[in-house]
T-cell receptor, first 117, second 114 residues
Framework: GAVVSQHPSRVICKSGTSVKIECRSL??????MFWYRQFPKQSLMLMAT?????????EQGVEKDKFLINHASLTLSTLTVTSAHPEDSSFYIC?????????????FGEGSWLTVV | AQSVTQPDIHITVSEGASLELRCNYS??????LFWYVQSPGQGLQLLLK??????LVQGIKGFEAEFKRSQSSFNLRKPSVHWSDAAEYFC????????????FGQGTELSVKP
């Protein structure tokens, strides 16, 4: 069935560096993907909507220059955390689907643990 | 404002006992409702979803949920809990057929006593 895959599942980076997380839809085309962040013991908060071929739409309070989103193809969206700091350490998870392309089913990636040291 | 409320942050039940996790939502349009489960350090697994039709929805692992429009609720139930059900449970709401932009509740952590 349709699957959304994230990579890497875990990443450790040094403070001040940038790290990229990929989100791929494997069996369907996704013009829209969504990026969520989850701090430990908390709920998922939508960060941004990734739009294929156009700029991402960010939720209030999310810094677009810090969390760069690129949706260059119908199967791939990337989230780049720039100049990462320890407070950016979190679980990042993407989703795609929910429309007719994906049979009205929403699929979540496996998530990516980011630790900034 | 659109929101999802899970009133219970933490619930403990005995193995074999019945379970009900509460979820209330506020949503302007016709809601597309979900229950997800998350084990520690893991991603989300869909338990069930509802858009229309029979208001009692059957999901995986023996879970079911009932949509009550008059109460804006979508409570999750299981008649007999297993130790492996211990996890975090999230209720979510979103627009149907318009992509997966979901609003999540705060989550309910389920502990199971032997």
């Amino acid at each position: 069935g349709a699957v959304v895959s994230q990579h890497p599942s875990r990443v450790i980076c040094k403070s001040g560096t940038s790290v990229k997380i990929e989100c791929r839809s494997l069996d369907f085309q996704a013009t829209t993907m969504f990026w969520y962040r989850q701090f430990p013991k908390q709920s998922l908060m939508l960060m941004a909507t990734s739009n294929e071929g156009s700029k991402a739409t960010y939720e209030q309070g999310v810094e677009k220059d810090k969390f760069l989103i690129n949706h260059a193809s119908l199967t791939l969206s990337t989230l780049t955390v720039t100049s990462a700091h320890p407070e950016d350490s979190s679980f990042y998870i993407c989703s795609a689907g929910g429309d007719r392309r994906a049979g009205n089913t929403i699929y979540f990636g496996e998530g990516s643990w980011l630790t900034v040291v | 404002a659109q929101s999802v409320t899970q009133p219970d942050i933490h619930i403990t039940v005995s193995e074999g006992a019945s379970l009900e996790l509460r979820c209330n939502y506020s949503y302007g349009a016709t809601p597309y409702l979900f229950w997800y489960v998350q084990s520690p350090g893991q991603g989300l697994q869909l338990l069930l979803k509802y858009f229309s039709g029979d208001t009692l929805v059957q999901g995986i692992k023996g879970f079911e949920a009932e949509f009550k429009r008059s109460q804006s609720s979508f409570n999750l139930r299981k008649p007999s809990v297993h130790w492996s059900d211990a996890a975090e449970y999230f209720c979510a709401v979103g627009p149907y057929n318009q992509g997966g932009k979901l609003i999540f509740g705060q989550g309910t952590e389920l502990s199971v006593k032997p």
